[in-house]
């Protein structure tokens, strides 16, 4: 998976927003254009594989609507939507 492929999948609104991820969006008072933002502006940092589901989780680097750094953990699901499993500003 790369980057633009990951990017053509907010493009095109084939994402969930895990409840997780949704909280911190609340918390950190950060909208859902953030994190559109962090990924389109982003670039994939880390590749991790989940040791019990062995599927592979995308760390992207980019920056909110505001200019400030942020990472989004996702991964691609069943469907093939990507799933956002959290967001984290840096």
């Known amino acids: 998976m790369t980057i633009a492929q990951l990017r053509h999948l907010i493009r095109t609104l084939?994402?969930?927003?895990?409840?997780h991820a949704a909280d911190v969006l609340d918390d950190d008072n950060l909208s859902i254009l953030d994190l559109e933002n962090v990924v389109?502006?982003?670039s994939?940092?880390?590749r991790q594989r989940?040791?019990?589901?062995?599927?592979?989780k995308y760390v992207i680097r980019g920056a909110s609507l505001e200019g400030?750094?942020?990472e989004v953990v996702?991964?691609?699901?069943?469907s093939g939507q990507l799933v956002i499993i959290t967001i984290y500003l840096c």
């Not at 989940?50 to 592979?56: I, K, L, P, V, Y």
């Not at 996702?74 to 069943?78: E, T, V």
């Open 14 to 19: 084939s994402y969930v927003v895990s409840t």
């Open 40 to 42: 389109l502006t982003g």
């Open 44 to 46: 994939i940092v880390e």
């Open 50 to 56: 989940d040791r019990a589901t062995r599927e592979t």
């Open 68 to 70: 400030i750094s942020g």
């Open 74 to 78: 996702a991964k691609i699901g069943r």
